[in-house]
């Protein structure tokens, strides 16, 4: 079995974000994508764990990026299992630019869950983890824990809508990232871009579901926030923004 899992791509005009570069939500998708391609080569992907009514699902992303893939570059992600337990396969990633070199890490966190109840399953009998486990580290920080927003510096009310629903019928992770992100304006993502970015995914919102998303943005550069329906969190994130260079 191959325990580093390497997937190229090609980022286009039509991928880019205003600034010529990978949006980070597109950045999510591959690490998604090739999460599913590495365990798809294990035979243990979708189509596999679905025969036993059970999914793989996010938990938790922290992406850290000194710069993002630009329009008609080439880029690749590795990834690599550094460690599980009973109900968390801890999968790491490397974003490399199209001269091989370092340009951001992930670190994601991973659960199996009954597709019917929603309940998570003991993965410690998924012989092939502890098979292809390495000990190569990921080098940024671990995700820190995040906190429910008490007193936001601002908040807007929103309702999910169909395109915001996978297979699942649940909000997809990708779509969590783009309310955040456009909580913010063009002027000011002309200047900064997201260095790094904590997410945690607490509880599946459906169609329909009426939320709020609280910014603490005192800080401008440094802020944590929260998408909530009444007292639950559906999603907490921290995200830290750098300027770009100009």
Same mark, same amino acid.
């Given at each position: 079995? #191959?325990?580093?899992?390497?997937?190229?791509?090609?980022?286009?005009?039509?991928?880019?974000?205003?600034?010529?570069?990978?949006?980070?939500?597109?950045?999510?998708?591959? #690490?998604?994508?090739?999460?599913?391609?590495?365990?798809?080569?294990?035979?243990?992907?979708?189509?596999?764990?679905?025969?036993?009514?059970?999914?793989?699902?996010?938990?938790?992303?922290?992406?850290?990026?000194?710069?993002?893939?630009?329009?008609?570059?080439?880029?690749?992600?590795?990834?690599?299992?550094?460690?599980?337990?009973?109900?968390?396969?801890?999968?790491?990633?490397?974003?490399?630019?199209?001269?091989?070199?370092? #340009?951001?890490? %992930?670190?994601?966190?991973?659960?199996?869950?009954?597709?019917?109840?929603?309940?998570?399953?003991?993965?410690?009998?998924?012989?092939?983890?502890?098979?292809?486990?390495?000990?190569?580290?990921?080098?940024?920080?671990?995700?820190?824990?995040?906190?429910?927003?008490?007193?936001?510096?601002?908040?807007?009310?929103?309702?999910?809508?169909?395109?915001?629903?996978?297979?699942?019928?649940?909000?997809?992770?990708?779509?969590?990232?783009?309310?955040?992100?456009?909580?913010?304006?063009?002027?000011?993502? +002309?200047?900064?871009? #997201?260095?790094?970015?904590?997410?945690?995914?607490?509880?599946?919102?459906?169609?329909?579901?009426?939320?709020?998303?609280?910014?603490?943005?005192?800080?401008?550069? +440094?802020?944590?926030?929260?998408?909530?329906?009444?007292?639950?969190?559906?999603?907490?994130?921290?995200?830290?923004? %750098?300027?770009?260079?100009?």
């Amino acid at each position: 079995m #191959i325990k580093e899992f390497t997937n190229s791509y090609f980022l286009s005009a039509a991928e880019c974000n205003p600034q010529g570069e990978m949006p980070i939500q597109l950045l999510m998708e591959r #690490i998604i994508e090739i999460a599913t391609l590495h365990a798809n080569s294990w035979g243990v992907g979708y189509a596999s764990l679905i025969q036993d009514n059970q999914v793989w699902v996010l938990s938790r992303a922290t992406i850290e990026m000194q710069r993002y893939p630009r329009v008609n570059e080439d880029y690749s992600l590795v990834t690599w299992i550094e460690d599980y337990n009973r109900y968390f396969s801890q999968r790491n990633m490397e974003i490399r630019d199209q001269g091989g070199r370092t #340009i951001g890490f %992930a670190r994601t966190i991973w659960m199996v869950i009954n597709f019917s109840t929603r309940e998570s399953m003991d993965i410690s009998k998924l012989n092939y983890i502890s098979q292809n486990v390495t000990q190569r580290p990921c080098p940024i920080a671990p995700q820190g824990r995040l906190k429910t927003i008490s007193v936001p510096s601002r908040f807007t009310p929103y309702t999910f809508r169909y395109t915001e629903c996978d297979l699942n019928r649940h909000v997809n992770t990708t779509r969590y990232l783009e309310l955040l992100i456009n909580q913010f304006t063009l002027d000011f993502h +002309d200047v900064n871009f #997201i260095s790094r970015i904590e997410m945690a995914f607490i509880k599946e919102t459906t169609y329909g579901e009426d939320v709020i998303v609280n910014i603490d943005d005192s800080n401008p550069l +440094d802020c944590f926030m929260s998408i909530d329906s009444g007292t639950t969190s559906h999603c907490r994130a921290h995200i830290v923004f %750098a300027p770009r260079n100009r």
